[in-house]
């Protein structure tokens, strides 16, 4: 699951505690939202996705604009993988926005409508 990955990625880089705060901070939805999205197989809302694509861009601006980093080579691993999971995001947004307009909005699980 495309959540799962992310929560790894920003887990890893010490950017989230929890799934609890990976849900609320990152993702824009309540706490309990990656156990509920995990536990009941559902695809991740566009809502959540789009709000951690933003998150994420926000993040690295953030690390891009920071010239006082102590630990210059953290904050360039934290910046590759962070951007390794935005492209992984959109282009599963992508993915899903081609469903939709080939198949219908309804069977598409990420639909806008």
């Known amino acids: 699951m495309i959540l799962e990955q992310a929560y ?3 887990k890893k880089c010490e950017l989230t505690e929890s799934q609890y705060d990976f849900s609320r901070r990152w993702c824009g939805m309540g706490r309990s939202y990656m156990s509920w999205a995990k536990s009941a197989d559902r695809d991740p809302s566009p809502k959540a996705l789009l709000q951690l694509v933003y998150k994420i861009e926000d993040k690295i601006a953030e ?3 920071d010239q006082l980093d102590e630990f210059p080579e953290v904050a360039a691993h934290d910046r590759k993988a962070l951007a390794a999971i935005h492209v992984e995001i959109t282009a599963y947004l992508r993915r899903c926005l081609s469903l939709s307009s080939t198949q219908g ?3 598409n699980p990420l639909s806008f409508a």
Do not use: I, V
């Open 105 to 107: 909005a309804t069977s």
């Open 63 to 65: 690390l891009d604009s």
């Open 8 to 10: 790894e990625t920003l």
